[in-house]
């Protein structure tokens, strides 16, 4: 049973930091693309960032130049390093594995929440 368990949000100030962190189970993890998504509610999903199985990121305009993907294989894990937090960043994280073509693999965790108020 593949589970995607999604941690590391909560309250934060503007100009903050945060990182998140994403356990996956019952996957290929090692073989599998990761990414981070976020949902602000009434919107669609936004891709932030992805990193392929040989650790080569890509970031997505709401993140670029402030965040940091990355992964641990022992750990079964991928992180978000987010800097310089806004209110824009406001949303309900999300992890997932890719497939080549770029679809999600999986059924969405819980995923964790961030918010930024100070």
């Known amino acids: 049973q593949v589970q995607l368990v999604e941690s590391g949000g909560g309250l934060v100030q503007p100009g903050g930091s945060l990182r998140l962190a994403c356990v996956a189970s019952g996957t290929a993890f090692s073989k599998d693309a990761m990414a981070w998504y976020r949902q602000v509610p009434g919107q669609r999903r936004e891709l932030l960032a992805v990193?392929?199985?040989?650790?080569?990121?890509n970031y997505f305009s709401a993140v670029k130049g402030r965040a940091t993907i990355s992964r641990d294989n022992a750990k079964n894990t991928v992180y978000l390093d987010v800097n310089n937090l806004t209110a824009e960043d406001e949303a309900v994280y999300y992890c997932?594995?890719?497939?080549?073509?770029?679809?999600?693999?999986?059924?969405w965790g819980q995923g964790t929440q961030v918010t930024v108020a100070s």
């Open positions: 997932n594995a890719l497939s080549t073509s770029g679809l999600t693999l999986y059924g």
């Open positions: 990193i392929s199985r040989s650790g080569t990121d």
